[in-house]
């Protein structure tokens, strides 16, 4: 997903076909947010296995479940909302990550717009203020970021039925050393495809695009050579719930 600048003061959305930016935006802050480009630029490569169905949702949309705050109900409603009802299935994730900045919105918190304000205090006297304020927040969005790593991404994501493995639950990560080729992760991601018969020959850049296995190498060097407008949304960080950039009388009344 491709970051325009008259973007950065909308909300994420999400709903059934996944997290996307929202078409109104939420608030009137005009800063802009400080663009930090990483000095030592290396590939990372993580494995995701999980028996929890909302984990390949936020994993498929690019935002590490670890930026969901489980003890935030309203946020962790919203996504399981939207996450695949499977119980029989388990997610199983590979992805390999070429991070080459990061936004940073300093912003402590910015006021909502005027428009967005007057709509939640006329949500807020409705008889079914919650059904109101819903319609809102899939308008405006139900989260903002604090933070938007910008880079370049290879990802897979298979379910595995639960007969087939233990509850055992576990995330690893490492760098991409392409030197060697022995990467103890991409090791352990092929000894899961032997097993369940999985076809691990290629994975998916954010652009949809297949990149052969046997291929990754030019794919970190054409990174290495690309230019910072190539790049691409790879990670969501430090979301927050978008009615806290309301007074604390509207959180309050909601």
Not at 39 to 53: E, M, P, Y
Not at 186 to 213: E, I, R
Not at 221 to 230: F, G, H, I, R
Request: charged share 25%; with cysteine; hydrophobic share 35%.
């Amino acid at each position: 997903m491709e970051i325009k600048q008259n973007k950065i003061n909308h909300g994420l959305l999400i709903n059934k076909r996944g997290i996307k930016i929202a078409n109104k935006p939420a608030h009137n802050s005009k800063a802009l947010p400080e663009l930090s480009n990483f000095v030592d630029k290396c590939s990372q490569i993580k494995l995701v296995f999980s028996t929890k169905c909302k984990v390949s949702f936020l994993l498929n949309n690019h935002i590490d479940p670890s930026n969901i705050n489980s003890d935030d109900s309203w946020m962790s409603d919203i996504v399981n909302n939207f996450s695949l009802n499977e119980s029989n299935k388990s997610p199983i994730y590979l992805g390999i990550i070429f991070p080459q900045a990061e936004l940073t919105f300093k912003d402590k918190k910015p006021e909502p717009l005027t428009e967005l304000q007057e709509a939640v205090e006329k949500a807020l006297e409705h008889h079914n203020p919650y059904h109101e304020l819903l319609k809102i927040f899939n308008t405006y969005g139900h989260f903002l970021p604090k933070k938007i790593i910008l880079g370049h991404k290879l990802y897979r994501l298979y379910y595995l039925i639960m007969k087939q493995h233990s509850q055992n639950q576990f995330t690893e990560w490492d760098y991409f050393e392409f030197a060697t080729y022995n990467n103890k992760i991409l090791n352990l991601w092929d000894n899961y495809a032997k097993l369940h018969n999985f076809d691990t020959s290629f994975l998916t850049s954010v652009h949809s695009n297949k990149v052969m296995k046997n291929d990754l190498k030019e794919w970190v060097d054409s990174c290495l050579e690309s230019k910072q407008d190539s790049c691409r949304v790879i990670n969501w960080k430090e979301l927050y719930p978008l009615y806290e950039i309301f007074d604390e009388k509207t959180q309050k009344t909601n």
